[in-house]
């Protein structure tokens, strides 16, 4: 085929350089902490998208992975010592158990009645959380003993080194994610968003399939939970298993492109953007501004796109692909 | 652990119940006629509830007494809601309608916040201290007319739906829309009745406990949810089942309350919403 | 010809509220053949696919499948074993091209997405849609979408091919080609059960024919048979012929 260097090859991948390069251009750690918390979202959006997107079930209880992954970890830290690589990957797992209860019992119900479960069951797990303060502190919160810089501690002396961690976490996820849509479960899932009846009589076990998409979400979901909290070192029920993060969560994905892999990415840099520019602007000088201007701006975005914003995402990066030149290798 | 204890825990709950039917009464309205799933019920019992406490304050209103006021004021706003927000979104994906009701719910709550800051208020009528004492149960007089207040307005809901000529229409227009035009009802007039009543009713609810109940901006995430699990346990689109079922939940709540500790009350609301979902999905009122 | 039918329904019933839909329904479909279900409107053919695919859970009686018992299993469970259902209202993913609908049907015995692909271009030459391969099923002609939904369904690699009034509302010419395309499946090895108004095209293609009504059998056996039976004539009373 020779080396043909198309743009929808080469973009992703000047994007990813200058990604990488990009934390020796911000002039202060500041910066690369807003990137780094991009890159923390566009992972759980991309994660969130899912089963939230592809499997278009809308979850607004994410959070609940979030805070067991952190939590499972934390403790298992301070409990054990054992090094957060190994506890990031329980953290997961831990979220993913959790996943298999909640699917059974919110699966049963569609639409916006599935998103009310999953913020009633995340909201349980929070009170449970801060009812049992003898095993996870409660309203207090959990602290990852600071041991400076111990890499093998998941504890960097910069923000450069969990800058990248954070990158590469959402690259992975972009990864899996467009490994999932282009495999059998994203077809499957996409065809039970179309018509589950019709997709049932085809031979897709519809509960199967979104059992799976929810496992994947939450494993991943539960890994970002306990990089942050390797990265904030606190931990509290109202951070961690807020319904505030849920939403936001979800809103990663809604405005970036739900059901698009790299939808989360751009929503995650919207957001971030726009909830620092807020903070900025208002100085934190009044409670309750930001968020206020927050949600007028999500009713505003939806009554001017019902069917949401993911169309003109799409479509402006396609017409970038075709307008930039491809190189040729060598000729066949 | 004796059985008094019980029995006036299982009265409160009942008590309660009567708040919880108002306000998944008002959510069944919106979703029976209008399809649209209200997350911001509870914002609007907020709402009702500060009405009835700046009445207080400027004004000295009895909170009972200011249920004339602010019934008409967040009907008003319902219709206000359902004409500029819910109308563009009746036909748009789930989507859009869910994070249309999130969207109005935050910001509605931070609102709040910001108007009228985070600070706990209390309203404090003369009677609200009262107590009625029988054979070792004790019940706060608030609470027996905060109840005794819902069930003349369920009562009143029901007449209206029942025997009112547009009653009829509203309840028609929730089973057949299209039939409904055919035979001259205008289904976009029903739309803003229904809306208007669903947020009355949560502000009425609001209005009957604040002699009972600290208002601040958040205090309605608790009512959505509760109000949710009965509308869920009681079928969706069932007023019936939604009373009976706020029955359930108010006296599950109160007993879970007394078992397990005032922190794990929604817990254990939000243990009937898995029971419900594992043994009958379709609720009580619901075919199998 | 084997001894043991293909699929065998067996005393099936299914209540609906006040409505006996079924009642003491039986009947075989043996391997290879085409057999044609008719019967007037509310006669009980849609819910007996219903209840064979699994959509609905029969009161009583049992389906049989290559002598497996299939009762009550759910869709996806009867579709993993070898029957595949088109529906009266097509239900089409209308938002997905063509060839992605009938790629999710072939993903199930071709679960590498690339071998499905080229499964389901070979499905879409066979019933002719390979034209319209990249259009989104949404904007398909009627004829085209029913085309689709037997697409979808053969994706699946069924032993066994429901069809649900394929035909309803076809002019002249796409019935004959329905007709061609229904008997070229028999020749590929696949065995067909139509339900059917268009009382031409299923005297045609059928070898058997069932005939129910209100929930019951009246009649079975060969077009010529039922055609001359006087409780199918009575049961039809006063219904000509639907123009096909």
């Known amino acids: 085929?020779?080396?043909?260097?198309?743009?929808?090859?080469?973009?992703?991948?000047?994007?990813?350089?200058?990604?990488?390069?990009?934390?020796?251009?911000?002039?202060?750690?500041?910066?690369?902490?807003?990137?780094?918390?991009?890159?923390?979202?566009?992972?759980?959006?991309?994660?969130?998208?899912?089963?939230?997107?592809?499997?278009?079930?809308?979850?607004?209880?994410?959070?609940?992975?979030?805070?067991?992954?952190?939590?499972?970890?934390?403790?298992?830290?301070?409990?054990?010592?054992?090094?957060?690589?190994?506890?990031?990957?329980?953290?997961?797992?831990?979220?993913?158990?959790?996943?298999?209860?909640?699917g059974i019992i919110c699966f049963r119900l569609q639409g916006a009645y599935?998103?009310?479960?999953?913020?009633?069951?995340?909201?349980?797990?929070?009170?449970?959380?801060?009812?049992?303060?003898?095993?996870?502190?409660?309203?207090?919160?959990?602290?990852?003993?600071?041991?400076?810089?111990?890499?093998?501690?998941?504890?960097?002396?910069?923000?450069?080194?969990?800058?990248?961690?954070?990158?590469?976490?959402?690259?992975?996820?972009?990864?899996?994610?467009?490994?999932?849509?282009?495999?059998?479960?994203?077809?499957?899932?996409?065809?039970?968003?179309?018509?589950?009846?019709?997709?049932?009589?085809?031979?897709?076990?519809?509960?199967?399939?979104?059992?799976?998409?929810?496992?994947?979400?939450?494993?991943?979901?539960?890994?970002?939970?306990?990089?942050?909290?390797?990265?904030t070192y606190v931990i509290h029920p109202d951070s961690v298993f807020s319904l505030g993060l849920s939403i936001q969560i979800a809103l990663v994905a809604i405005v970036g492109g739900v059901g698009t892999t790299l939808g989360p990415v751009l929503g995650a840099v919207i957001l971030e953007f726009f909830i620092q520019f807020t903070q900025i602007a208002f100085a934190g000088q009044y409670p309750g501004l930001e968020l206020m201007v927050y949600g007028g701006l999500l009713v505003a975005v939806i009554l001017w796109r019902p069917r949401g914003v993911i169309p003109w995402f799409a479509r402006l990066y396609e017409g970038l692909v075709a307008r930039l030149p491809a190189a040729r290798g060598a000729q066949a | 652990m004796d059985l008094t204890t019980i029995l006036q825990a299982t009265l409160t709950g009942i008590l309660m119940a009567g708040i919880y039917a108002l306000v998944a009464v008002g959510l069944t309205l919106i979703f029976g006629v209008v399809r649209i799933v209200n997350f911001a019920q509870g914002e609007f019992v907020m709402l009702g509830m500060y009405v009835a406490f700046w009445l207080w304050k400027l004004w000295r209103i009895d909170p009972y007494l200011s249920l004339l006021i602010t019934m008409p004021l967040l009907f008003l706003f319902g219709v206000l809601v359902q004409h500029f927000l819910f109308r563009p979104i009746l036909h748009a994906p789930d989507l859009a309608q869910i994070f249309m009701t999130v969207g109005l719910s935050v910001v509605l709550m931070n609102a709040a916040l910001f108007f009228f800051t985070a600070d706990f208020r209390s309203v404090k009528p003369v009677y609200s201290e009262w107590t009625l004492r029988y054979l070792g149960i004790t019940l706060g007089v608030p609470r027996l007319f905060a109840f005794l207040g819902a069930l003349i307005l369920a009562g009143l809901l029901a007449l209206f739906l029942l025997k009112t000529d547009l009653g009829k229409a509203l309840r028609a227009v929730a089973q057949d829309r299209e039939v409904c035009m055919l035979l001259g009802i205008n289904p976009e007039r029903m739309y803003l009745l229904a809306v208007g009543l669903g947020t009355a009713l949560a502000g009425a609810a609001g209005c009957l406990i604040v002699p009972f109940f600290y208002v601040f901006p958040t205090v309605g995430v608790v009512f959505v949810l509760v109000a949710f699990v009965v509308v869920i346990l009681g079928t969706l689109g069932s007023i019936q089942g939604a009373l009976l079922a706020a029955l359930v939940v108010g006296v599950a709540e109160s007993l879970g309350i007394l078992f397990a500790g005032a922190d794990l009350g929604l817990v254990v609301v939000f243990g009937i919403l898995v029971a419900t979902l594992i043994l009958k999905p379709a609720g009580l009122m619901g075919a199998q | 010809m084997t001894a043991l039918p293909l699929l065998e329904v067996e005393g099936l019933a299914k209540r609906f509220g006040g409505v006996q839909a079924v009642l003491d329904l039986s009947f075989q479909v043996r391997e290879g053949e085409i057999l044609g279900i008719i019967g007037p409107n509310g006669s009980g053919k849609?819910?007996?696919?219903?209840?064979?695919?699994?959509?609905?859970?029969?009161?009583?009686?049992?389906?049989?499948?290559?002598?497996?018992?299939?009762?009550?299993?759910?869709?996806?469970?009867?579709?993993?074993?070898?029957?595949?259902?088109?529906?009266?209202?097509?239900?089409?993913?209308?938002d997905l091209t063509v060839l992605r609908n009938v790629l999710i049907g072939t993903l199930l015995r071709h679960p590498d997405p690339v071998a499905a692909e080229i499964r389901a271009h070979e499905i879409l030459k066979t019933v002719g849609l390979e034209g319209r391969a990249r259009m989104v099923a949404g904007s398909l002609t009627t004829i085209d979408q029913r085309r689709l939904e037997v697409a979808r369904a053969l994706g699946t690699g069924p032993r066994l091919l429901l069809l649900d009034e394929t035909m309803a509302g076809l002019t002249p010419t796409e019935t004959e080609e329905a007709i061609r395309l229904i008997a070229s499946l028999r020749s590929q090895g696949l065995t067909v059960v139509v339900v059917e108004h268009v009382m031409r095209a299923i005297m045609s293609l059928s070898d058997r024919i069932v005939v129910l009504d209100q929930g019951t059998k009246i009649a079975d056996g060969t077009p010529a048979e039922i055609s001359s039976d006087p409780r199918v004539i009575q049961a039809y009373l006063g219904v000509e012929y639907r123009r096909a």
């Open chain 1, 114 to 231: 599935f998103a009310i479960a999953t913020i009633g069951l995340a909201e349980a797990l929070r009170l449970l959380v801060l009812h049992f303060r003898e095993i996870t502190n409660g309203a207090q919160g959990l602290t990852v003993p600071f041991k400076g810089d111990a890499p093998w501690h998941f504890q960097f002396g910069s923000k450069l080194p969990y800058y990248y961690l954070a990158l590469a976490m959402a690259v992975a996820v972009v990864l899996i994610v467009r490994r999932m849509e282009r495999g059998r479960l994203g077809h499957y899932l996409v065809a039970i968003g179309q018509n589950q009846d019709a997709a049932e009589a085809l031979g897709i076990n519809s509960s199967r399939a979104k059992a799976k998409a929810l496992a994947l979400s939450a494993f991943l979901t539960g890994v970002a939970g306990v990089f942050y909290a390797q990265y």
């Open chain 3, 46 to 94: 849609t819910t007996t696919f219903n209840l064979i695919t699994g959509v609905y859970r029969p009161d009583r009686g049992r389906v049989r499948f290559a002598g497996h018992d299939i009762t009550a299993h759910r869709s996806y469970e009867v579709c993993g074993r070898g029957i595949c259902r088109t529906f009266q209202i097509a239900k089409p993913f209308r």
């Open chain 1, 1 to 102: 085929m020779g080396g043909m260097l198309t743009p929808g090859r080469y973009l992703p991948a000047v994007c990813l350089l200058f990604l990488v390069v990009l934390p020796r251009l911000l002039p202060n750690p500041f910066y690369v902490h807003i990137a780094i918390m991009m890159a923390v979202f566009a992972a759980l959006g991309g994660a969130w998208n899912i089963i939230g997107g592809y499997g278009g079930q809308l979850s607004l209880g994410h959070a609940a992975f979030f805070g067991t992954g952190a939590y499972a970890s934390t403790l298992l830290v301070n409990a054990y010592g054992i090094s957060p690589w190994i506890t990031l990957w329980i953290g997961g797992l831990a979220a993913l158990a959790l996943s298999i209860p909640v």
